[in-house]
């Protein structure tokens, strides 16, 4: 089975910084991109930043300048750096990676728990 493992959330004044990793195991014949959505209270789940297995990068227009997405290959991670936040980027973090299980299957979309970040003095 594959799992999807987020870190890293947390408390932070407005201004500071906070750094979320995902692990993906299990069962991994390859990862295609890898990203980080979020979804606030009332609000529709949301791009964030997503990154090709070739380290191509997108981000929302939101956290241009301000968020960076990397990702290991080699450890199956992917990670956010989080500067500068404001109280709008509080939600709940997700991870999700489009990835096959086994050759012979199609890619799937799978999804971490969530870790929750707060922006707030």
């Known amino acids: 089975q594959v799992q999807l493992v987020e870190s890293g959330g947390g408390l932070v004044q407005p201004g500071g910084s906070l750094r979320l990793s995902c692990a993906a195991s299990?069962?991994?014949?390859?990862?295609?991109?890898m990203g980080w959505y979020r979804q606030a209270p009332g609000k529709q789940r949301e791009l964030v930043a997503v990154?090709?297995?070739?380290?191509?990068?997108n981000y929302a227009d939101s956290v241009k300048g301000r968020f960076t997405i990397s990702r290991d290959n080699a450890k199956n991670t992917v990670s956010l750096q989080m500067n500068s936040l404001k109280p709008e980027d509080t939600a709940v973090y997700y991870c999700?990676?489009?990835?096959?299980?086994?050759?012979?299957?199609?890619?799937?979309?799978?999804w971490g728990q969530g870790t929750q970040v707060t922006v707030s003095s």
């Open positions: 299990g069962r991994l014949f390859s990862i295609n991109d």
């Open positions: 990154i090709s297995s070739g380290g191509s990068t």
């Open positions: 999700k990676a489009e990835l096959r299980a086994y050759a012979w299957r199609n890619p799937s979309d799978y």
